[in-house]
Every structure is written in C-alpha cells, then in structure tokens.
Nanobody, 115 residues
Framework: VQLVESGGGLVQPGGSLRLSCVASGFTFSTYITTWYRQAPGKEREWVARIISVGGVTNYADSVKGRFTISRDNAKNTVYLQVNSLKSEDTAMYYC?????????WGQGTQVTVSS
C-alpha cells in the first residue's frame, strides 16, 4: 500500500502547479481522498477533498476558486491543480486516502511560492 505525491516545486506568485497523488496496493477509487498542507510552524490543514462516489468535491475557503481537485481512476491518481499561487500557499502538501478505519498518507511534495 503506497501513496506517492509529486509535482511540487518553486513557483512565482501567481503561478500554477499540478500536484499528483498516485496510489498502489489498494482500490483507490473507493477511498475519500484529501489533500492537506503543512507550513513550517503551523498545524496541518485540509485543502481539498474528493468523495469516492459521484466525485463530489470540497475546498477550504482559503483555496476556493484557485485550486481544483480531480481524480483519474484508470490511473489510480488524484490531482490538485493549484493556480494563482500566493506566498501563503507555501507548504508541504500531503495526500490522504481514507475508507472507514483505513487511512493512508503519502510522504508529501513541497510547494514554495516566492519571487
């Protein structure tokens, strides 16, 4: 069972990235997948969530209108498109997959927004 995030990097304010979370070893499509982020000295916060059935999505107010979560079940992948990035978006971004009592985390991908 593994979740692997990628796609982070250094980007200027106003820029965009597409983060990926690739799953292996379990039926990813049946899990609720959530992107979290954690900035230095701050608690981890949820950013966006996609429900397994129907593809319903939810976003934190701080990213609504700028971030988009989506999934490609054929590729066992959940994406987070992050646009109009701000310095306060700088953080380690983590993917979590949850189904009942089962919960898996990836190792994270760093997003740094700086000019």
């Amino acid at each position: 069972v593994q979740l692997v995030e990628s796609g982070g990097g250094l980007v200027q304010p106003g820029g965009s990235l597409r983060l990926s979370c690739v799953a292996s070893g379990f039926t990813f499509s049946t899990y609720i997948t959530t992107w979290y982020r954690q900035a230095p000295g701050k608690e981890r916060e949820w950013v966006a969530r996609i429900i397994s059935v129907g593809g319903v999505t939810n976003y934190a107010d701080s990213v609504k209108g700028r971030f988009t979560i989506s999934r490609d079940n054929a590729k066992n992948t959940v994406y987070l498109q992050v646009n109009s990035l701000k310095s306060e978006d700088t953080a380690m971004y983590y993917c979590n997959a949850r189904y009942g009592t089962r919960s898996y985390w990836g190792q994270g991908t760093q997003v740094t927004v700086s000019s």
